[in-house]
Nanobody, 124 residues
């Protein structure tokens, strides 16, 4: 089992930045890909980005490409989502997820473990 806890959400003005953290415990997450998803009010949960087991490969949704960056710190068992140039449409609950594979894609079905989510609100 892997337990995931997100933190770092909050209220920020448009154009601002936030960094979300996802702390993993339980099984080592070294071998597994991880990802970020988000769910805005009244919408389906959507893919934000993913990072492979080594941290050497990342992939992002078009809507956040160039503004968001995923990284991971193995010593701290933590994954990060750096969000810059935030827009009101980025407002959502952000979830981190862990796969059971070294690489994972955009589908929720590829991720086995989920955090509880952290709220990000971007004001205009």
């Amino acid at each position: 089992q892997v337990q995931l806890v997100e933190s770092g959400g909050g209220l920020v003005q448009a154009g601002g930045s936030l960094r979300l953290s996802c702390a993993a415990s339980g099984r080592t997450f070294y071998n597994y890909a991880m990802g970020w998803f988000r769910q805005a009010p009244g919408k389906e949960r959507e893919f934000v980005g993913t990072i492979n087991w080594s941290g050497g490969s990342t992939y992002y949704a078009d809507s956040v490409k160039g503004r968001f960056t995923i990284s991971r710190d193995y010593a701290k068992n933590t994954m990060y989502l750096q969000m810059n140039s935030l827009k009101p449409e980025d407002t959502a609950v952000y979830y981190c997820a862990c796969s059971r594979h070294g690489g994972a894609g955009t589908s929720e079905t590829m991720y086995s473990y989920w955090g509880q989510g952290t709220q990000v609100t971007v004001s205009s």
